[in-house]
């Protein structure tokens, strides 16, 4: 027994000193090729890696993109800047994804080389979920609240939000009201207050019935709405404001009285 014991940690023993001796070795050379001469030795390797590519003819003859649905393919073109015939290792595929993120409408992008000859891109596109309206334009935002740089397109159908904070609030929001999927289909605008909470409007973005939320804890003041609707029909009512930002009080204003101004 005290034999194996031994011979176990003789072998740890010689495990760790190997294991010393390559972290040693892979520093020596990570500082040795910041060197002179080491940076002469990589030269040497990428242009001998060059010659072996022209030689074997690895050069870049296709490029294909999928993915993509927003995002032409002459924006993907022009930001890649690659040519056919380029040495296929001489593709820098760090830059083309970086390129390709700075796009309004790429999320992410995969780019990997195919030999011999062939390029491939994965892209992943943003998906607008609301319409942040700002100085008097559109600009659709994903769900985590960045704002895609396209305005070229309407978008009907997504919840459009106001408020210099907005699209970072957005998502809160909209997580607060999928739990009630009939109230989430009749808010069609959502506005901050003094970036402090939201005003939403029903059915029509500028004159459907205001409901004012509480600053925190929107969760309970959906609830209330959502039974009050459920109950009593409350959104279906001539109501032009419920306030819901007192959780022992409910304001209820007419559209009549609102019109006026009162």
């Given at each position: 027994?005290?034999?194996?014991?031994?011979?176990?940690?003789?072998?740890?023993?010689?495990?760790?000193?190997?294991?010393?001796?390559?972290?040693?070795?892979?520093?020596?050379?990570?500082?040795?090729?910041?060197?002179?001469?080491?940076?002469?030795?990589?030269?040497t390797g990428?242009?001998?890696?060059?010659?072996?590519?022209?030689?074997?003819?690895?050069?870049?003859?296709?490029?294909?993109?999928?993915?993509?649905?927003?995002t032409?393919?002459?924006?993907?073109?022009?930001?890649?800047?690659?040519?056919?015939?380029?040495?296929?290792?001489?593709?820098?595929?760090?830059?083309?994804r970086?390129?390709?993120?700075?796009?309004?409408?790429?999320?992410?992008?995969?780019?990997?080389?195919?030999?011999?000859?062939?390029?491939s891109?994965?892209?992943?596109?943003?998906?607008?979920?609301?319409?942040?309206?700002?100085?008097?334009?559109?600009?659709?935002?994903?769900?985590?609240?960045?704002?895609?740089?396209?305005?070229?397109?309407?978008?009907?159908?997504?919840l459009?939000?106001?408020?210099?904070?907005?699209?970072k609030?957005?998502?809160?929001?909209?997580?607060?009201?999928?739990?009630?999927?009939e109230?989430?289909?009749?808010?069609?605008?959502?506005?901050?207050?003094?970036?402090?909470?939201?005003?939403?409007?029903?059915?029509?973005?500028?004159?459907?019935?205001?409901?004012?939320?509480?600053?925190?804890?929107?969760?309970?003041?959906?609830?209330?709405?959502?039974?009050?609707?459920?109950?009593?029909?409350i959104?279906?009512?001539?109501?032009?404001?419920?306030?819901?930002?007192?959780?022992?009080?409910?304001?209820?204003?007419?559209?009549?009285?609102?019109?006026?101004?009162?």
């Amino acid at each position: 027994m005290r034999y194996m014991k031994q011979k176990i940690k003789s072998r740890l023993r010689r495990v760790f000193w190997a294991g010393g001796i390559l972290l040693l070795l892979a520093a020596g050379i990570g500082i040795f090729l910041q060197t002179p001469a080491g940076r002469d030795i990589r030269h040497t390797g990428r242009a001998l890696k060059q010659q072996l590519a022209a030689r074997a003819n690895l050069k870049l003859n296709h490029v294909s993109v999928s993915g993509h649905d927003r995002t032409t393919l002459q924006d993907i073109n022009a930001v890649l800047d690659v040519s056919p015939g380029l040495p296929i290792f001489d593709v820098d595929l760090n830059r083309m994804r970086a390129a390709l993120k700075r796009l309004p409408w790429v999320r992410d992008a995969v780019v990997r080389r195919r030999l011999p000859d062939a390029v491939s891109i994965q892209i992943a596109e943003r998906v607008p979920v609301a319409l942040w309206q700002n100085k008097r334009r559109y600009w659709p935002i994903d769900d985590s609240g960045q704002v895609i740089a396209d305005d070229s397109r309407q978008w009907p159908n997504l919840l459009l939000v106001v408020g210099a904070d907005a699209p970072k609030q957005t998502r809160p929001l909209m997580d607060a009201l999928s739990a009630h999927p009939e109230l989430s289909g009749r808010i069609r605008s959502a506005a901050r207050v003094g970036g402090r909470r939201w005003t939403l409007r029903a059915d029509d973005a500028e004159k459907g019935t205001e409901i004012y939320l509480p600053e925190t804890d929107i969760q309970k003041a959906l609830r209330r709405l959502d039974a009050l609707q459920r109950d009593e029909k409350i959104l279906d009512r001539d109501i032009g404001v419920i306030d819901l930002r007192l959780p022992d009080r409910l304001v209820i204003q007419s559209a009549v009285v609102d019109r006026k101004g009162n």
